[in-house]
């Protein structure tokens, strides 16, 4: 037998390269429940699962035998929210929510929003609402009705999963024609022997219900709601339930929910844009700065000027510039965010890091960018709507970690939030300002975290200072 070549260097970086990007692949496609894979019974999904959680495991033992450290916090950084075990990572949100439906239609969104869900069918426990990205696959549907635009997740371990999603249609095409054709794939569907779909609704009224069972793989409902240009698709299920516990009058509450957004804020409507809003006070101006993340990165352009976060207010006066220091390589910029929960979303994101000199102390925010680049319009303002609208359940609700609570205090202007970390073992309490905008370029917006503020009085003026250099970018 031949002898093998010496290991060199140029071979041992070659492997690294290899496993690198195995684990960028495996770390982008969280583990799903094994509950639900169990309970939904369709060979099609439970093939993907199957091998997204082989991949997993090859990638635990790569990772583990070259030593790969993985991209985190520093130790001066908040506690955030355990990640989720879903297909896609999800933001929390307590089960009793502050607001009633018929007040939360005031918050622009075009799918129902979490505290919807919660009172609609009068949810308790942890309900997770999760943006879906890339978008996936409806059972039931032979084909898709117009264009896809926007997926969410929402579920609560250990048996309800279920979801809503948006598809535009096109100009010529009749909303409820294809509203009638996507009811009739649900009607007919029989996803397993034990599938069987009862109509629930009015055959000539909208929107249109459906129950269904399926044996040992569950129960639920299904919602066809349609709007002025979109037709909204809604399911409810319950694994491991012959039958569900969600009343008709209930589904029939969350369907009304998604016909009146698909009226307000819907494609077409007035209020389905989210342009920037017109600036007052400084001006915007470029700097040079480290921006960090996974690549492709948005440019520095996009950041607000590490010189202009400086001020008496937030700084005390001193000079401020971007260090690569504190959270570098990590996209979670704030409480109650995960790395997990960031990488289901889609797009460009970099994170910009300001600092007051050169130690590891002396960070007083954070600056993150997501950006949609695609070339499609509507698509990238869906982009910026489903953002805000992730940053208002997020922030808005507060979450728990095992050692604190993040309890959350809207700010005076829309967008904005104080996040207090209050320890369980008496530690201090943390305070952190965090503020979330779309941007002046199509597709961008911005998450700002002020962590330290000289005058904490001020941090919400200082807050809106940031925001309003950032919408200009």
Not at 341 to 355: H, L, W
């Amino acid at each position: 037998m031949a002898e093998h070549d010496e290991w060199t260097a140029a071979d041992d970086a070659l492997v690294r390269r290899a496993m690198a990007t195995l684990r960028t692949d495996v770390e982008s496609v969280p583990l799903p429940d094994v509950r639900f894979v169990r309970a939904r019974g369709r060979a099609r999904r439970r093939h993907r699962f199957l091998a997204l959680s082989a991949a997993a495991a090859v990638a635990v033992v790569v990772a583990g035998t070259a030593g790969y450290a993985v991209w985190g916090p520093s130790s001066s950084r908040t506690p955030v929210t355990p990640a989720s075990s879903g297909r896609t990572a999800s933001t929390t949100s307590s089960a009793s929510p502050t607001t009633t439906a018929t007040d939360s239609l005031a918050v622009p969104g075009a799918l129902p929003l979490l505290t919807e869900w919660t009172s609609a069918l009068q949810l308790t426990g942890t309900v997770r609402l999760t943006p879906v990205k890339p978008f996936g696959p409806i059972e039931c549907l032979s084909s898709e009705p117009g264009t896809k635009v926007q997926q969410e997740e929402v579920t609560r371990a250990p048996e309800l999963q279920g979801g809503a999603t948006r598809f535009r249609i096109g100009a010529g095409q009749d909303v409820q024609t294809a509203a009638a054709g996507i009811a009739q794939d649900i009607a007919g569907c029989q996803v397993q022997p034990a599938y069987r779909v009862t109509q629930k609704s009015a055959a000539s009224t909208w929107p249109r219900l459906f129950s269904y069972t399926a044996g040992g793989a569950g129960s639920g409902w299904w919602v066809v709601a349609p709007g002025p240009h979109d037709v909204t698709v809604l399911q409810v299920n319950q694994n491991d339930r012959p039958e569900s516990s969600f009343t008709q009058a209930q589904v029939a509450r969350l369907a009304e929910i998604a016909t009146e957004r698909l009226a307000r804020y819907g494609s077409g409507t007035t209020t389905t844009t989210t342009p920037a809003p017109d600036v007052t006070g400084p001006k915007a101006i470029d700097e040079q700065m480290p921006v960090v993340g996974p690549g492709p990165l948005p440019p520095s352009s996009l950041f607000v000027a590490a010189s202009q976060w400086s001020s008496a207010a937030l700084t005390g006066g001193s000079a401020t510039d971007a260090g690569p220091g504190a959270l570098e390589g990590s996209t979670a910029v704030a409480s109650c965010e995960t790395d997990q929960q960031q990488a289901g979303i889609g797009g460009r994101v970099g994170v910009v890091s300001i600092r007051v000199g050169t130690s590891a102390s002396g960070y007083v925010g954070r600056q993150r960018v997501q950006l949609d680049d695609s070339t499609g319009a509507d698509t990238q303002q869906a982009y910026v709507d489903a953002r805000l609208a992730e940053a208002r359940t997020l922030f808005g609700a507060g979450c728990s970690v095992p050692n604190a609570t993040i309890r959350s205090t809207p700010g005076p202007t829309a967008g904005t939030w104080r996040l207090d970390t209050v320890f369980s073992d008496g530690t201090p309490t943390l305070s952190e300002w965090v503020g979330v905008t779309a941007q002046k370029t199509p597709g961008a917006v911005s998450t700002i975290v002020l962590t330290r503020v000289a005058d904490p009085t001020q941090g919400f003026a200082e807050l809106e200072r940031l925001l309003n250099l950032a919408r200009q970018k």
